[in-house]
């Protein structure tokens, strides 16, 4: 019998389908990057980190990236929140180029970024109150409300950020995100300096949010198993200097998914197998090379 082939396709693949029964032109042209280059300059000339990047993403859709460090993700990502600039080619929201952070977008980083001095529902009310300044205050309130209970932090609401775990930390950044409904979510690693059990308790729960909610999602991540587990879509990075996408990975698991079957099912190996031969073998740091 033959194996289950990998679904696998270099450069600019076909999304895979969502659960809606249709799409738009502009729903699966939702984020593009066209031929995108971004250099940085140094004392030697430009110092090249990304070049000739093409990807295309649907609305709703949840894609991971993947690569070793230089490879480029986080340049990636700084230019879909508006922070950074493609040296060449364009990025671009619904046809429209991305010229400068806005509240469409929105960024979770590792370090959860939260004001010290402030509360918890403090941190997410300020994002709240910038966004929508001529709210009522009683509607502004409601809104943190609202998503401190999404992710289980309503007893916390009046404790600072020392006075909690990180994975409650992180709780509050990913709550102040999707406050302000950005369009876009962005994570940067965002599980990365967590224990086992709490990364697995936040996937969850960040896969309960998306899947009701359906904002579209870039995450960086450099666990394969996580990248499996909730995404649509596996980008691999090349090395840098230079760096682009090697391949992109459809994944194949229906939703909503159960980590345990996931797990037992041979294709999932079949995938991670894959992911590690392209970062272990084809695209090998010096100091990962066996």
Not at 68 to 84: A, D, E, I, R, Y
Not at 136 to 153: C, D, F, N, Y
Not at 186 to 192: Q, T
Not at 195 to 212: F, G, N, P, R, Y
């Amino acid at each position: 019998m033959q194996p289950t082939p990998i679904q696998v396709k270099a450069r600019q693949p076909e999304a895979p389908e969502l659960s809606h029964s249709s799409q738009s032109v502009s729903d699966q042209n939702f984020l593009v990057f066209d031929q995108v280059s971004k250099g940085f300059p140094t004392s030697k000339g430009i110092y090249p980190v990304l070049e000739n990047v093409n990807l295309t993403v649907r609305q709703g859709e949840f894609v991971c990236l993947i690569g070793h460090s230089g490879c480029g993700k986080s340049t990636l990502l700084s230019l879909v929140s508006g922070f950074q600039q493609a040296t060449g080619g364009s990025v671009t929201l619904k046809g429209e180029p991305i010229l400068k952070p806005g509240p469409d977008r929105m960024v979770v980083f590792q370090s959860y970024a939260l004001l010290p001095w402030r509360t918890v529902f403090e941190n997410v009310y300020l994002a709240v109150k910038s966004v929508w300044p001529s709210k009522p205050e009683a509607q502004k309130r409601a809104i943190v409300r609202e998503h401190l209970a999404m992710v289980g932090l309503t007893e916390a609401a009046d404790k600072k950020p020392d006075q909690i775990s990180g994975g409650m930390r992180q709780r509050v950044s990913i709550a102040r995100a999707l406050a302000i409904r950005p369009e876009v979510l962005i994570l940067d690693e965002p599980f990365g300096a967590l224990d086992a059990i709490t990364k697995e308790e936040l996937q969850e729960e960040l896969l309960k949010i998306w899947s009701d909610h359906r904002c579209t999602v870039l995450m960086i991540t450099h666990d394969i198993d996580e990248a499996l587990f909730l995404a649509d879509r596996l980008v691999m990075m090349t090395n840098g200097p230079a760096a682009s996408i090697g391949e992109v990975m459809n994944i194949p698991f229906e939703r909503p998914r159960d980590r345990d079957q996931i797990m037992e099912d041979p294709q999932y190996y079949r995938l991670r197998n894959h992911a590690l031969d392209f970062l272990y073998n084809r695209f090998a740091h010096d100091d990962d090379a066996p």
